[in-house]
């Protein structure tokens, strides 16, 4: 690790602290995966408030399982691409029902192998069910990671990678949660403000700009 990632993890210590935060309310492993699969293109408030009622409703995976798609497309339809979600999830439960005796699996091997499951879902499950380090890329920590020079990639699998090689394991995890409050607050996709944020200095998007 260089001595310029040591200064950036630094700060983001500093700002944010080290505790693992999820922004996705859930009581069981199998909700944060089903949460985490109704937050692609959609907002972690809005998934929130779906899911405070879908999981009243559904209370166990083999609800889920045995669910109506029309029924359940409804009751998802303000997350956004409901209908495909809707499959996976049903589709998802009865996996996870059949093959894992409802358990939702370690590996990325298995987790990557249920429905609607990518390596970004699947690395938010691995990091907050089971502690094991791995770096989830968002459209936030592409974005920043770029622009502090972590990576030139726009895959997120590259930039997955990418961000293994240039930050310690113990960041892995943590570097997701502190980048998305940085995302959120400062470094916002229109208007960053740069004026405000902690990193500036260190940051090569903006020394491009001078």
Known sequence: MTKR???????????????????????????LLIAVMLSAQCTDARVNIVTKDLFQKYKTLEDFANADLKEL??????????????KNIISCAKTLV?????????????????????RKTANVIRGNIYND?????????????????FTKEDDPVKVEYDLMKALPKDHWILYNIQIITLGRSICTARN???EECFLADLCKAKKKEK
Request: glycine share 10%; hydrophobic share 30%.
């Open 73 to 86: 497309e409804q009751d998802i339809h303000s997350t956004g691409f409901y209908h495909n979600k809707a």
């Open 98 to 118: 059949e093959q894992y005796g409802g358990e939702v699996p370690r590996s990325l091997e298995d987790l990557t192998g249920l429905a609607g499951v990518g």
């Open 192 to 194: 960053p403000k740069c």
């Open 133 to 149: 380090p791995s770096v989830v890329v968002d459209t936030h920590v592409k974005r920043i990671s770029k622009k502090l020079g």
């Open 5 to 31: 990632t040591a200064e950036i993890l630094n700060r983001l210590d500093e700002a944010y602290g080290r505790e693992y935060v999820c922004y996705l309310n859930h009581e069981t492993p199998w909700q």
